[in-house]
């Protein structure tokens, strides 16, 4: 069984930031991408930012210059360093994985369970 478990969010001023940390756990016998998602209420779930096992990355126009993702690849984590937050990164992050639990099984997307993330004004 595979987990990924997100941590890090919170309450925060506007200008501050956060970093996000999403590890996954379980049967893992290789991982591609990662990211980041998040969805705000009455909006639907938006790309934030990804990462390839290669550590090439893809943000969302709206962070891009705020926004860091990065991985361990040997701890099967990976991260979101936000800066400059504004009001409008309010949301649920999720963070996600498409990953292989065996050897020579196909690669699926698995989910964390979300974390929240405020931005006060």
């Known amino acids: 069984q595979v987990q990924l478990v997100e941590s890090g969010g919170g309450l925060v001023q506007a200008g501050g930031s956060l970093r996000l940390s999403c590890a996954a756990s379980?049967?893992?016998?290789?991982?591609?991408?990662m990211g980041w998602y998040r969805q705000a209420p009455g909006k639907q779930r938006e790309l934030v930012a990804a990462?390839?096992?290669?550590?090439?990355?893809n943000y969302a126009t709206s962070v891009k210059g705020r926004f860091t993702i990065s991985r361990d690849n040997a701890e099967n984590t990976v991260y979101l360093q936000m800066n400059s937050l504004k009001p409008e990164d309010t949301a649920v992050y999720y963070c996600n994985a498409d990953l292989s639990p065996f050897s020579g099984s196909g690669h699926y997307r698995y989910w964390g369970q979300g974390t929240q993330v405020t931005v006060s004004s």
């Open positions: 990462i390839t096992s290669g550590g090439s990355t």
């Open positions: 379980g049967s893992i016998f290789s991982i591609n991408g």
